[in-house]
């Protein structure tokens, strides 16, 4: 069973760029399509963006693109997200994720979730 560790979410102003990581335990995680999710209070979890086993194929949600950019690093077990120009709506906390698949929705085969880590966008 692999454990998922996020870090790198802060405080920080609206437009400033903040990128989080998340670091995988376990040796499958070059086999593993990653993921990250986003949830606020009392509100649904949802999709922010997903990166493919070999980091060839990522796709992004509506609200993100071209503000929002996936990459991995299979040799240091860890999934990034940059995040740019940072909007005060953009203030909830983002989860890592482990499945299958990556998908335009998100992960087939979701399997693992980490703690979360809260991000905070001062107006």
């Known amino acids: 069973q692999v454990q998922l560790a996020e870090s790198g979410g802060g405080l920080v102003q609206a437009g400033g760029s903040l990128r989080l990581s998340c670091e995988v335990s376990?040796?499958?995680?070059?086999?593993?399509?990653m993921g990250w999710f986003r949830q606020a209070p009392g509100k649904e979890r949802r999709f922010v963006a997903a990166i493919s086993c070999s980091g060839g194929t990522k796709y992004y949600g509506d609200s993100v693109k071209r503000r929002f950019t996936i990459t991995r690093d299979n040799a240091k077990n860890t999934v990034y997200l940059q995040m740019n120009n940072l909007e005060p709506e953009n203030t909830t906390v983002y989860y890592c994720a482990a499945g299958a698949r990556a998908t335009m929705w998100g992960l087939n085969g979701l399997d693992e979730w980490g703690q979360g880590t809260l991000v905070t966008i001062s107006s």
């Open positions: 376990g040796r499958t995680f070059s086999r593993k399509a």
